[in-house]
């Protein structure tokens, strides 16, 4: 059965970077079956898409998020990891990780819907 | 950034009724749309996805239908478990662009 569990510090300086990492079991990321994303939930509000990546390395941002997030993945460890630069109290939110299955059209493999998502990681920007 | 708006933002329903959210898109996402149930304190859940296929393991009970900009997720005779919030997503662009509703908040009455 596949788990995804979100790690990394639950509290972040303004300025700083935020990091977190999620552990994939039951199932790995190097495969070209599947896309493995990030999502955020802010408390008290909606979700909203981060980005994802792709086993060739290939990834996709939010346009609003793009200068400042990083997602890279290390297969060995069967870890992908979700990096947010100069974080703001804006970005306090439950970080989540995804599972996304594709569809392939033509030659282009589109990521879908997310079916398996981890628990959640609480991150609080705050000095 | 194609938006999508859910209604109504708060519901309220005796259990083993029916219940009707709605999600409207800004412009045409085709059947590229997913529908998501979250209760506090945990993860959103998967139910339904290009628009009216359910996930494994979701009740028949829970129906989606639409297309194009109009999408509505049914949940026929609520059982206690069904009241939660619901949200829509859209994976219609490439490159991605994914957003989701607001939410739809399902009540007791």
């Known amino acids: 059965q596949l788990q995804l569990q979100e790690s990394g510090p639950g509290l972040v300086k303004p300025s700083e970077t935020l990091s977190l990492s999620c552990t994939v079991s039951?199932?790995?990321?190097?495969?070209?079956?599947?896309?493995w994303g990030w999502v955020r939930q802010p408390p008290g509000k909606g979700l909203a898409w981060i980005g994802n990546?792709?086993?060739?390395?290939?990834?996709y941002y939010n346009q609003s998020l793009k200068r400042r997030v990083t997602i890279s993945m290390d297969t060995s460890k069967n870890q992908f990891s979700l990096k947010v630069t100069s974080v703001t109290a804006a970005d306090t939110a439950v970080y989540y990780c995804?599972?996304?299955?594709?569809?392939?059209?033509?030659?282009?493999?589109?990521?879908?819907?997310?079916?398996?998502w981890g628990q959640g990681a609480l991150v609080t920007v705050s000095s | 950034e194609i938006v999508l708006t859910q209604s109504p933002a708060t519901l309220s329903v005796s259990p083993g009724e029916r219940a009707t959210l709605s999600c409207r898109a800004s412009?045409?996402?085709?059947?590229?749309l997913a529908w998501y149930q979250q209760k506090p304190g945990q993860a959103p859940r998967l139910l339904i996805y290009?628009?009216?296929t359910r996930a494994t393991g979701v009740p028949a009970r829970f129906g989606g239908s639409g297309s194009g900009t109009e999408f509505t997720l049914t949940i026929g005779s609520l059982h206690s478990e069904d009241f939660a919030i619901y949200y829509c997503?859209?994976?219609?662009?490439?490159?991605?662009?994914?957003?989701f509703g607001q939410g739809t908040k399902l009540e007791i009455k």
């Open positions: 995804v599972r996304v299955p594709l569809v392939m059209v033509t030659a282009l493999h589109l990521p879908t819907w997310f079916d398996s």
């Open positions: 039951g199932g790995s990321i190097n495969t070209n079956s599947y896309y």
């Open positions: 990546i792709f086993y060739d390395g290939n990834t």
């Open positions: 412009q045409s996402v085709a059947n590229n």
């Open positions: 290009a628009a009216s």
């Open positions: 997503h859209q994976y219609n662009n490439w490159p991605p662009e994914d957003t």
